[in-house]
């Protein structure tokens, strides 16, 4: 089964949107298979947003990030790195699709709420990232016949 990193940002957390974000992806199907709800250090950071390290809205990013507690989760499902990118919706919310968290919750681009791993090498460097193995969970839920042939 594919994993993918989900990150309820700062905002997504300071707006009470957790348990909403959380069912999109339970309704959709996708297994929860880790969790946490963190204060993100600047070494975390700098590493998790370590590809935008040169442009010069890096500083904004990691300081974005450690401003609040995040919401660290691993979904699992078939094709969950990319369906997960279409329940996230496009960066900027402003042309996010309704039905997105995005288009449905966001304001601005600079507070989109969510971050979803764009490819499933990332998602496993990401994953790897903000979580040890024995923090995930390897397990089958009952409705799993229901949902996969």
């Given amino acids: 089964m594919e994993r993918t990193f989900i990150a309820i940002k700062p905002d997504g957390v300071q707006r009470g ?3 909403d974000i959380i069912k999109r992806f339970e309704t959709k199907g996708f297994t929860l298979v880790g969790l946490k709800l963190l204060n993100v250090s600047r070494e975390l950071a700098e590493a998790h947003y370590g590809v935008h390290r040169e442009r010069p809205f ?3 990013l990691v300081d974005f990030i450690t401003s609040s507690p995040v919401v660290a989760m691993v979904w699992e499902g078939d094709g969950v790195v990319a369906s997960a990118r279409n329940i996230i919706g496009a960066t900027n919310p402003l042309t996010a699709a309704p039905g997105t968290i995005r288009g449905d919750y966001g304001v601005s681009i600079g507070r989109n709420l969510i971050h979803g791993s764009d490819a499933i090498e990332t998602a496993q460097t990401e994953i790897a990232l903000w979580f040890k193995p024995e ?3 390897n397990w089958s839920p009952t409705i799993a016949p229901w949902l996969y042939e």
Avoid: M, N, Q, W
């Fill in 58 to 60: 890096f500083g904004s």
């Fill in 135 to 137: 923090e995930l969970a």
């Fill in 17 to 19: 949107l957790v348990g």
